[in-house]
């Protein structure tokens, strides 16, 4: 008779079965859980053994996760999901190999209205990189901005939201991964984790002593720089052929001496080389003096 019994369970059937469904979705400006839960009916294909386990599972409700692209605003805080979208989530709510075919065109779910704005992320690192060895540009992230949802009075005072501690020792290649987002205390983001990518390369460093020039300086005066040359320490990805750096022009701005308090210029570059991973002059400021240019009324 067992046998007979556990035959009979294991063979394929069809069965109308009722579960209710409790509704995760992550729709803008609502609530990450439906306000309750929804029966969802349909004729279940699957062995006498998965039927009976839906039969004796009572009230217990399912909690399935809708994409919001499957979910339809019809008014107010109602959302619909069509059979034929339902029935990406056959396996979610009657389990595995399961086959269902649902007794309505639709189901009904709500979410509440809550509170959130938009948040930029911000990358906590702490990396050491191998001789040579540097990054060649910024941590690009995947989202770079998160929503965060909570009572308008707790959000109103976030700006930002910080990734967990990004460690890595001795970096000599560019970095990818993902990395967990810190929740702020009673609050819900919109993500858990993002990735995020650092370009690194190998670099080669150069020191040139080069001339400072003038930019912008209007018709009769005259700016002179002081020092007149400095030395810029380059940093060119490897390898580099010949001198990259001898492309670059360095100057002052005299719209940047004439809003200045003191008469202290920064050195400014343009011209510089594609493979340049970084410059800095010392020093970094010059002074300048302005005068008229003789013989001018």
């Known amino acids: ?16 079965v009722s579960v ?7 729709i803008i400006g609502r609530s990450e859980v439906a306000m ?16 009976l386990g839906l039969s004796l599972r009572g009230n217990r409700s399912v909690d399935v996760q809708i994409d919001p692209d499957h979910l339809r605003h019809t008014e107010g805080d109602f959302f619909t999901v069509s059979a034929n979208n339902l029935v990406r989530y056959t396996d979610a709510i009657f389990g595995a190999q399961t086959k269902a075919q649902f007794a309505s065109d639709f189901i009904t779910v709500r979410f509440a209205p809550e509170s959130y704005k938009k948040v930029p992320v911000v990358p906590v690192r702490q990396l050491r990189f191998r001789e040579q060895y540097m990054a ?37 290649r560019s970095l990818h991964g993902k990395v967990n987002l810190e929740i702020p205390a009673g609050t819900r983001l919109s993500a858990k984790e993002i990735s995020y990518s650092l370009d690194v390369s190998r670099y080669v460093g150069i020191t040139e002593k080069v001339k400072v020039g003038v930019r912008n300086v209007p018709e009769g005066k005259l700016l002179s720089v002081y020092p007149s040359t400095v030395d810029v320490n380059f940093r060119f990805i490897f390898p580099i052929s010949g001198n990259p750096a001898g492309s670059a022009v360095f100057y002052v701005d005299y719209n940047e001496f004439a809003a200045s308090i003191g008469g202290k210029c920064m050195v400014r570059a343009e011209g510089l080389p594609e493979m340049t991973i970084s410059w800095e002059a010392d020093p970094q400021f010059c002074d300048c003096v302005e005068s008229e240019i003789a013989g001018r009324e």
Not at 144 to 170: C, E, F, K, M, W
């Open 36 to 51: 309750e839960s929804v029966q969802v009916t349909a004729n279940v294909t699957a062995s006498g053994f998965r039927l």
């Open 20 to 26: 209710p469904v409790t509704a995760h979705s992550s």
């Open 136 to 172: 060649t540009g910024e941590m690009r992230l995947a989202p770079d901005s998160v929503l965060i949802y909570g009572n308008p009075s707790r959000i109103a005072g976030i700006d930002q939201v910080l990734t967990r501690q990004i460690s890595r020792h001795d970096v000599d």
């Open 1 to 16: 008779m067992a046998i007979w019994l556990i035959g009979n369970l294991s063979q394929e059937t069809t069965g109308l």
